[in-house]
Nanobody, 119 residues
Framework: EVQLQAFGGGLVQAGGALRLSCAASGFTFDYYSMGWFRQVPGKEREGVSCISSSDGSTHYADSVKGRFTISSDNAKNTVYLQMNGLKPEDTAVYYC????????????WGQGTLVTVSS
């Protein structure tokens, strides 16, 4: 059974930081690029960041560049998203996903974790 368990969300003040984690199981982690997405009610889900399985390169949406850092620990089948300098507009439900390649349609989705940034 494929599982992607995301956790680490919470309430933080603007300018603060959070670290999201996503633990994967049930598929070959090394074969997949891992991404983080977010969604605000009433809006489309958007890609936030991705780390490539082929070369370890990292990719970010313009809105989070310089503030968020994605990393992975293949030994633990876990991907992380370090979020610094959080802004109220970062408030969303964050999802992790396993993608054949970065920014492609994910094969697997995790459950979301809510991040709320207060002003």
């Amino acid at each position: 059974e494929v599982q992607l368990q995301a956790f680490g969300g919470g309430l933080v003040q603007a300018g603060g930081a959070l670290r999201l984690s996503c633990a994967a199981s049930g598929f070959t982690f090394d074969y997949y690029s891992m991404g983080w997405f977010r969604q605000v009610p009433g809006k489309e889900r958007e890609g936030v960041s991705c780390i490539s399985s082929s070369d370890g390169s990292t990719h970010y949406a313009d809105s989070v560049k310089g503030r968020f850092t994605i990393s992975s620990d293949n030994a633990k089948n876990t991907v992380y998203l370090q979020m610094n300098g959080l802004k109220p507009e970062d408030t969303a439900v964050y999802y992790c996903a396993a993608e054949p390649e970065c920014w492609s349609v994910p094969d697997y989705w995790g459950q979301g974790t809510l991040v709320t940034v207060s002003s």
